[in-house]
């Protein structure tokens, strides 16, 4: 076993750490998701993982055909795991399960209490579904 997971408590868990951003990107993402990865959809919803309350949304630019935008985003999940940078999922997107301590060059800022460790979802790349588009 490689996890321990409280799917009630990370789906209860809400602060100011997780609270939902309203810039363009972030509407981007959490507008454009769903539809892009059910997979990962149904693996959040397996851990309790509640999709408009992450910890960061990074976005990071166009994908090279700038058809896409890139974005990583980070959640935190109650629970504990005891391998670190365990991956779950890789195929369209990443997911990788990181400990609290972890060496990777993570976002890992939380207001979750021990035990919980921090999933990142990579490799996302998302169509614009927004009227506005972005600056660059
Ligand atoms: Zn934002």
Known sequence: MDYIVDA??????????NQPCGCIYCQNYQK???DAYPEVVQLLREFGV???????????FWNPARDNRRYISYYSVKGELFTDKLC???KDAAVTLYQPNTDAPIYKNTGMEMPYFILEISDIQLP?????????
């Open 128 to 136: 614009w579904a927004l009227p506005e588009a972005p600056e660059d």
């Open 88 to 90: 779950l999922y890789e």
């Open 8 to 17: 009630q408590a990370t789906a209860a868990y809400a602060d100011s750490y």
């Open 50 to 60: 509640p999709i408009h309350r992450p910890l960061e949304v990074m976005d990071l």
């Open 32 to 34: 454009t998701f769903a």
